[in-house]
């Protein structure tokens, strides 16, 4: 995909959708390592799992927006967000759709940001 100034959010959605499908898909592989069903090595992660964990029960019934801005800004990092998602046992149909939303504006955000320079240049 070449920057042009006709370049448009819908031109670059598929490829943001395609992003986003694929990150996802392997996110709910750690999100289903988190409830126990992989054996997933995650020791080194120990501390951030307590923090994220401390967070989600901070935010009570919020978590969801936790894991929107998880997927959305990256803060705190969507994979941790995840272990922790399936440890809790959240839903995981919610879990899938809310983090596919946040990385899908994520991913055109990237995508159409270098164009917003172009009208300068």
Avoid: C
Avoid at 74 to 84: A, D, K, N, R
Wanted: hydrophobic content about 60%; aromatic content about 16%; cysteine-free.
């Amino acid at each position: 995909m070449i920057l042009s100034p006709t370049l448009s959010v819908s031109s670059i959605a598929p490829v943001a959708i395609l992003a986003a499908v694929s990150q996802i898909l392997a996110k709910s592989l750690v999100f289903f390592a988190g409830r126990g069903i992989f054996d997933l090595s995650i020791n080194k992660y120990k501390k951030k799992i307590d923090a994220v964990h401390q967070k989600f029960l901070e935010w009570g019934k919020k978590t969801d927006l936790l894991i929107f801005i998880s997927a959305w800004i990256g803060i705190p990092p969507l994979y941790i967000v995840s272990i922790v998602a399936g440890m809790l046992r959240q839903s995981f149909v919610g879990f899938f759709f809310i983090s596919l939303v946040g990385r899908i504006l994520r991913f055109v955000l990237v995508l159409y940001f270098p164009h917003l320079f172009l009208k300068f240049f």
